[in-house]
């Protein structure tokens, strides 16, 4: 297997207060291979604060670990109801604490940009996006749901990527990282 | 000054994406003291990663330096908006974490009980919250509000603290921590 310090890596994140999903995959050119993935799991047996230390010291040991040169994971504006809404903030909260702490970049997608990268439908279910990641990494036997999310929003991370740089050769830009917007407009002008 | 490790100090945290509010109040019997308050300002400027870590660096700093023997802050349930109670979630994720990292216990008050605690009356406005902070703690000059939010929680727990000590005392029972509720109660039955 080579070193990953060779080639770039993205880890997806899928933060939530009981069960936490990370996803570790490689890119080489075309090629996207898959590292592992895994999930953090708290119980609500114990205080909000030592599951959040659990969720963060999980996280840092990924981050140590595998050392990616980036984070991707789903923007957020509110989860079911209020309650849910902070504690998956609060989750959320510790997981970016970690990857400022490893100086990892952060990118952020929505749901539906992560659905479409994984499965070409803004609207697929939880199960779609699972049977998709699995096809898309040629993996043996079933990922857990909130790993699947995490390794979809590397994905994700990855595909939307690579559009900016043939978008950006594209419109002979420089430097700017352009938008799935900006690349379907430049395509359109062609 | 008397070293903070003879006497009990409680550390108020107001936690908020952009100023998070910390206050430290000494108790020794009936007598409240303050011992020093603050606020962790971060800007927009910097990314979500960037801002967390300065809260969770400044209440690390707070915690390394006073050790207090609890820390005391506000339940919430949401806040003004999805967008806004999200991102409380994350700087209270982070403040949650710090305290259980330097293992000090976490208590939480509803922002009725904190009001009540230090103006007797549940509905009191901020001014009315920052003004008999200055008072109770006999402090010279205007402490920002989050400052005086975050000590307000501080004294709300002593406060707290004291009736179940004394309804304990009044019911004969040992060990168990009570409400005010209970409190009430049996204060009603004399």
Redesign the interface.
Do not use: N
């Given at each position: 297997m080579p070193t990953l310090h060779d080639r770039e890596s993205i880890l997806g994140i899928d933060p939530g207060s009981l069960v936490t999903g990370w996803g570790l995959v490689q890119v080489d050119g075309n090629h996207l291979t898959h590292i592992a993935h895994g999930t953090i799991a708290t119980s609500s047996a114990y205080?909000?604060?030592?599951r959040?230390?659990r969720i963060?010291q999980g996280i840092q040991e990924v981050l140590r670990k595998f050392r990616p040169s980036g984070v991707s994971l789903e923007r957020?504006?509110?989860a079911r109801n209020?309650?849910s809404?902070?504690?998956?903030?609060?989750?959320?909260?510790?997981a970016?604490?970690a990857?400022?702490?490893h100086e990892t970049a952060?990118f952020e997608y929505s749901a539906a940009e992560i659905k479409v990268a994984v499965t070409g439908f803004g609207q697929a279910t939880k199960q779609q996006v699972q049977k998709m990641v699995t096809v898309l990494l040629c993996l043996r036997g079933e990922v857990a749901v909130d790993a699947a999310d995490a390794l979809a929003a590397a994905i994700c991370h990855i595909h939307r990527r690579d559009f900016s740089a043939q978008a950006r050769r594209a419109a002979g830009t420089r430097g700017k990282v352009l938008r799935w917007r900006d690349y379907l407009e430049i395509a359109g002008k062609k």
């Open positions: 205080t909000q604060g030592a959040l230390r963060h957020v504006f509110f209020p309650a809404t902070l504690k998956l903030g609060q989750a959320r909260g510790v970016l604490l990857a400022a702490e952060v």
